[in-house]
Protein backbone atom coordinates (compact mmCIF):
# COMPACT_ATOMS: atom_id res chain seq x y z
CA UNK A 1 0.00 0.00 0.00
CA UNK A 2 3.18 2.01 1.03
CA UNK A 3 4.39 1.73 -2.39
CA UNK A 4 1.19 2.36 -4.52
CA UNK A 5 1.05 5.71 -3.08
CA UNK A 6 4.50 6.69 -3.92
CA UNK A 7 4.21 5.16 -7.17
CA UNK A 8 0.83 7.31 -8.03
CA UNK A 9 2.78 10.27 -6.26
CA UNK A 10 5.39 10.33 -8.77
CA UNK A 11 3.12 9.46 -12.22
CA UNK A 12 1.17 12.54 -11.00
CA UNK A 13 4.37 14.98 -10.56
CA UNK A 14 5.55 13.57 -14.27
CA UNK A 15 2.39 14.15 -15.82
CA UNK A 16 2.40 17.57 -14.23
CA UNK A 17 5.53 18.81 -15.68
CA UNK A 18 4.51 17.19 -19.15
CA UNK A 19 1.10 18.86 -19.26
CA UNK A 20 2.16 22.14 -18.14
CA UNK A 21 4.65 22.15 -20.40
CA UNK A 22 2.77 21.44 -23.54
CA UNK A 23 -0.13 23.57 -22.61
CA UNK A 24 2.01 26.33 -22.52
CA UNK A 25 3.61 26.62 -26.06
CA UNK A 26 0.12 24.95 -27.64
CA UNK A 27 -2.51 27.67 -25.66
CA UNK A 28 -5.95 27.87 -25.40
CA UNK A 29 -7.83 24.65 -28.07
CA UNK A 30 -11.04 27.28 -28.47
CA UNK A 31 -9.45 30.31 -29.02
CA UNK A 32 -7.65 28.57 -31.95
CA UNK A 33 -8.73 28.92 -35.56
CA UNK A 34 -7.33 25.24 -36.47
CA UNK A 35 -9.68 23.60 -34.12
CA UNK A 36 -13.18 25.43 -34.70
CA UNK A 37 -14.56 23.06 -37.40
CA UNK A 38 -14.50 20.30 -34.74
CA UNK A 39 -15.89 22.46 -32.00
CA UNK A 40 -18.67 23.35 -34.40
CA UNK A 41 -19.47 19.78 -35.61
CA UNK A 42 -19.63 18.67 -31.87
CA UNK A 43 -21.40 21.55 -31.31
CA UNK A 44 -24.01 21.12 -33.34
CA UNK A 45 -23.94 17.30 -33.13
CA UNK A 46 -24.46 17.84 -29.21
CA UNK A 47 -27.17 20.50 -29.62
CA UNK A 48 -28.98 17.87 -32.16
CA UNK A 49 -28.70 15.04 -29.21
CA UNK A 50 -30.18 17.04 -26.46
CA UNK A 51 -33.03 18.48 -28.79
CA UNK A 52 -34.03 15.20 -29.66
CA UNK A 53 -33.65 13.61 -26.12
CA UNK A 54 -35.78 16.98 -25.12
CA UNK A 55 -38.37 16.37 -27.84
CA UNK A 56 -38.78 12.99 -27.94
CA UNK A 57 -38.48 11.77 -24.06
CA UNK A 58 -38.97 15.09 -21.71
CA UNK A 59 -41.65 17.25 -23.40
CA UNK A 60 -43.72 14.22 -23.86
CA UNK A 61 -43.67 13.71 -20.54
CA UNK A 62 -43.98 17.14 -19.45
CA UNK A 63 -47.01 17.91 -21.99
CA UNK A 64 -49.06 14.75 -20.53
CA UNK A 65 -48.68 15.82 -17.04
CA UNK A 66 -49.63 19.68 -18.15
CA UNK A 67 -53.05 18.33 -20.46
CA UNK A 68 -53.27 15.31 -16.82
CA UNK A 69 -52.99 18.69 -14.52
CA UNK A 70 -55.62 20.51 -16.97
CA UNK A 71 -58.15 17.73 -16.75
CA UNK A 72 -57.79 17.35 -12.94
CA UNK A 73 -58.52 21.42 -12.64
CA UNK A 74 -61.66 20.89 -15.19
CA UNK A 75 -62.81 17.59 -13.31
CA UNK A 76 -62.16 19.65 -9.92
CA UNK A 77 -63.46 23.00 -11.24
CA UNK A 78 -66.93 21.04 -12.45
CA UNK A 79 -67.36 18.83 -9.25
CA UNK A 80 -66.94 22.19 -7.34
CA UNK A 81 -69.87 23.88 -9.89
CA UNK A 82 -71.89 20.63 -9.10
CA UNK A 83 -70.94 21.46 -5.21
CA UNK A 84 -71.77 25.33 -5.70
CA UNK A 85 -75.10 23.93 -7.52
CA UNK A 86 -76.11 21.68 -5.00
CA UNK A 87 -75.51 24.11 -2.28
CA UNK A 88 -77.83 26.45 -3.96
CA UNK A 89 -80.63 23.88 -4.10
CA UNK A 90 -80.01 23.09 -0.43
CA UNK A 91 -79.69 26.61 0.96
CA UNK A 92 -83.21 26.91 -1.37
CA UNK A 93 -84.79 23.88 0.67
CA UNK A 94 -83.57 25.20 3.54
CA UNK A 95 -85.24 28.67 2.74
CA UNK A 96 -88.24 27.08 2.23
CA UNK A 97 -88.31 24.71 5.28
CA UNK A 98 -87.91 27.58 7.18
CA UNK A 99 -90.40 29.64 5.38
CA UNK A 100 -93.02 27.13 6.11
CA UNK A 101 -92.12 26.32 9.64
CA UNK A 102 -92.91 29.78 9.79
CA UNK A 103 -95.96 29.74 8.30
CA UNK A 104 -96.53 26.92 10.17
CA UNK A 105 -95.88 28.62 13.58
CA UNK A 106 -97.88 31.69 12.77
CA UNK A 107 -101.30 29.19 11.39
CA UNK A 108 -100.13 27.72 14.89
CA UNK A 109 -100.31 30.70 16.91
CA UNK A 110 -103.07 32.28 15.30
CA UNK A 111 -105.13 28.72 15.89
CA UNK A 112 -104.07 28.75 19.31
CA UNK A 113 -105.19 32.59 20.03
CA UNK A 114 -108.68 32.01 18.71
CA UNK A 115 -108.89 29.09 20.88
CA UNK A 116 -107.41 30.87 23.95
CA UNK A 117 -109.97 34.19 23.06
CA UNK A 118 -113.40 31.56 22.88
CA UNK A 119 -112.49 29.94 26.31
CA UNK A 120 -111.72 32.95 27.54
CA UNK A 121 -115.31 34.57 26.74
CA UNK A 122 -116.80 31.56 27.12
CA UNK A 123 -115.12 31.19 30.45
CA UNK A 124 -116.12 35.26 30.83
CA UNK A 125 -119.73 34.31 30.42
CA UNK A 126 -119.71 31.81 32.25
CA UNK A 127 -118.68 34.72 35.03
CA UNK A 128 -120.75 37.30 33.88
CA UNK A 129 -123.83 34.78 33.81
CA UNK A 130 -122.76 33.84 37.16
CA UNK A 131 -122.60 37.23 38.71
CA UNK A 132 -125.99 38.14 37.27
CA UNK A 133 -127.48 35.65 39.09
CA UNK A 134 -125.71 36.28 42.68
CA UNK A 135 -126.57 40.10 42.32
CA UNK A 136 -130.37 38.78 41.54
CA UNK A 137 -129.98 36.09 44.36
CA UNK A 138 -128.87 38.76 46.37
CA UNK A 139 -131.68 41.89 45.43
CA UNK A 140 -134.29 39.22 45.53
CA UNK A 141 -132.45 38.55 49.46
CA UNK A 142 -132.39 42.16 49.95
CA UNK A 143 -136.48 42.90 49.07
CA UNK A 144 -136.88 40.19 51.08
CA UNK A 145 -134.88 41.40 54.28
CA UNK A 146 -136.89 44.82 53.89
CA UNK A 147 -140.05 43.21 53.25
CA UNK A 148 -139.37 41.43 56.50
CA UNK A 149 -137.44 43.86 58.06
CA UNK A 150 -139.85 46.52 57.60
CA UNK A 151 -142.61 44.41 58.95
CA UNK A 152 -140.03 43.82 62.31
CA UNK A 153 -139.45 47.22 62.44
CA UNK A 154 -143.22 48.14 62.10
CA UNK A 155 -143.80 45.66 64.96
CA UNK A 156 -141.05 46.93 66.97
CA UNK A 157 -141.80 50.03 66.41
CA UNK A 158 -145.60 49.27 67.26
CA UNK A 159 -144.47 47.72 70.43
CA UNK A 160 -142.78 50.60 71.64
CA UNK A 161 -145.58 53.44 71.21
CA UNK A 162 -148.06 51.21 72.73
CA UNK A 163 -145.43 50.50 75.39
CA UNK A 164 -144.86 54.16 75.67
CA UNK A 165 -148.75 55.46 75.53
CA UNK A 166 -149.30 52.86 78.25
CA UNK A 167 -146.49 54.83 80.49
CA UNK A 168 -147.31 58.19 79.08
CA UNK A 169 -151.28 58.00 79.06
CA UNK A 170 -152.04 54.72 81.05
CA UNK A 171 -154.18 53.35 78.47
CA UNK A 172 -153.49 51.19 75.51
CA UNK A 173 -154.11 52.42 72.23
CA UNK A 174 -155.92 50.73 69.56
CA UNK A 175 -154.11 48.16 67.51
CA UNK A 176 -155.53 48.79 64.59
CA UNK A 177 -154.97 52.82 64.90
CA UNK A 178 -151.67 51.81 66.13
CA UNK A 179 -150.57 49.87 62.71
CA UNK A 180 -151.78 52.24 60.34
CA UNK A 181 -150.04 55.25 61.87
CA UNK A 182 -146.28 53.15 61.83
CA UNK A 183 -147.40 52.00 58.43
CA UNK A 184 -147.93 55.31 56.86
CA UNK A 185 -144.78 56.52 58.77
CA UNK A 186 -142.58 53.75 57.68
CA UNK A 187 -143.65 54.34 54.08
CA UNK A 188 -143.33 58.17 54.33
CA UNK A 189 -139.42 56.69 55.43
CA UNK A 190 -139.20 54.63 52.42
CA UNK A 191 -140.46 57.26 49.76
CA UNK A 192 -137.86 59.33 51.12
CA UNK A 193 -135.19 56.54 51.03
CA UNK A 194 -135.50 55.69 47.67
Do not use: H
Not at 1 to 19: E, R, T, W
Not at 51 to 69: M, V
Not at 81 to 97: G, L, P, S
Request: aromatic share 10%; hydrophobic share 40%.
Amino acid sequence: MKYNFIFIKGLLLVCLQYNSGFAAEAGMPQLNPEFWPAQIFWLVVSFVFLYLCIWKFILPKITKNIEDRKSIIMRDLQDAEKFKEETTKKIQEYNRVIDDAKNDAKKIILEEKNNLEKELNLKKQKFDDEIDKEIKKVENEIKNFQLTSTEKVNEIAREVVNSLMMKIVGTEVNESNLKAVVESSAKKINQKQI
